[in-house]
């Protein structure tokens, strides 16, 4: 299981585009960049840490024993750092951004919608390919895990500050309303 | 258009070809690295995440979809890390010299000299960087390092909110005091 590296999982995937769809699917990325629905939509799948997507347009050429490489399609690149299962991610994707999907890989063939969810991962597992070595370098931790500290240690950093002259009693409320507002993040 | 950059994170992909006869002895060699803490990857610390994928062939999705076998195949490297791209590739032959050339050694094209050759091999890696289009991070702005330390902090904070209870406010003080300074 190289795809695992403690709770994270890693999917790297790549699926044809079909001729003459490569400008459409590339206006379906830039507008995200105006409104950022996608991006919005991915914050709402809380378990993942990194995602991107690019296009291999054509192959990097580096000389023999490189033989030239002209591929007949664009390829579109999805990859994926996010804690949990592949099960669970596929249906997560699929129930919030089913919409945003057909967008995405609408251009690539075989697509099949992001429902039914099963033809879906069918899809994705024919495309998939597992990584021989992934690393993470806070495994144990989701995403969700990391958001919540770093939140946690600005509030932290916040009240140090306002309390460092503070009378005992008076420190003693602080920290009680630290606590308090920081419940969540705890 | 280009958006490998997202606040303070880049995100990195590279695809190189494997050298023909090449691919089962990189296969081996990645398979077999360490993982976690042991990683190549662990021992450069600007690095979020990152992976090697070997991609063989694309898949094949029937008619009306022509095949389209590559004349070699890929080795994919991806890695979102700190700061720029430069410095990053840079850290790898100060770093992981031998690591990196054990795997990049089976790939066309790669400098004789490795990661001897600095500027040889940024620029391979450069030549074969696959721009990204739509990059996505949970928490842009945050290094390794500022992830760790919070975690380890959150970590700190949930021991001392109980071991603080019970405790009158001059205690309480003194012991906040003590652990996390003034």
Redesign the interface.
């Known amino acids: 299981m ?1 795809n695992v ?2 709770r ?1 999982t ?1 999917m ?1 995937v ?3 585009i ?1 001729p003459g769809r490569l400008t459409f699917t ?1 206006l379906g ?2 507008l ?2 105006k409104v950022p629905w ?2 919005e939509a ?2 709402k799948l ?1 378990f ?9 347009e054509a ?2 050429q ?8 002209r ?3 664009a ?1 579109l ?1 999805f ?1 994926s ?1 996010f804690n949990g299962t592949w099960d669970d991610y596929i249906d997560a994707f699929s129930y919030i951004m089913p919409v945003r999907m057909r967008l995405i890989w609408g251009t690539s ?2 697509f099949p919608g992001a429902k039914p969810v099963q033809r879906f991962k069918e899809y994705i597992t ?2 998939e ?11 144990e ?1 989701t ?1 969700t ?6 939140s ?2 600005d509030k ?1 950093e916040a009240f ?1 500050a306002s309390s ?1 002259n ?1 009378a ?2 008076e ?2 409320a602080a ?1 009680r309303g630290f ?1 308090h507002s ?1 419940q969540t ?2 | 258009m280009s958006h490998n950059v997202l606040g303070q994170s880049y995100a990195f992909l590279a695809m190189t070809p494997i050298i023909a006869g090449h691919e089962i002895a990189l296969r081996t060699h990645l398979r077999g690295l360490d993982g976690g803490q042991g990683s190549p990857l662990a021992m450069v610390p600007r690095t979020h995440f990152g992976r090697w994928v070997i991609v063989p062939q694309p898949a094949f999705e029937g008619a009306p979809m022509h095949p389209d076998p590559w004349k070699s195949q890929y080795l994919l490297f991806s890695a979102c890390f700190d700061g720029d791209l430069a410095s990053y590739l840079d850290d790898l032959c100060t770093l992981i010299p031998e690591e990196a050339d054990a795997v990049w050694g089976h790939c066309a094209g790669y400098p004789s000299a490795g990661t001897t050759n600095r500027a040889g091999f940024a620029r391979y890696l450069t030549h074969n960087q696959i721009d990204t289009s739509v990059y996505f991070s949970a928490y842009p702005e945050a290094t390794v390092q500022r992830v760790r330390e919070s975690l380890a902090r959150r970590d700190d904070l949930v021991e001392f909110t109980v071991e603080a209870q019970g405790l009158d406010d001059a205690e309480l003080q003194r012991r906040f005091r003590e652990r996390f300074g003034a």
């Open positions: 190289s590296c403690g994270a890693a790297t790549l699926t044809p079909r590339k990325f830039i995200p960049r996608m991006t991915l914050r809380s993942i840490h990194f995602a991107r997507w690019s296009f291999i192959i990097p580096n000389g023999m024993p490189q033989r030239p490489e591929p007949r399609y390829y690149y990859e750092n063939y075989g024919h495309n390919f597992e990584a021989d070595h992934f690393y993470g370098a806070y495994p931790h995403a895990m990391v958001l919540n500290a770093l946690l240690n932290f140090r460092a503070l005992p009693a420190f003693a920290w606590v920081a993040e705890l």
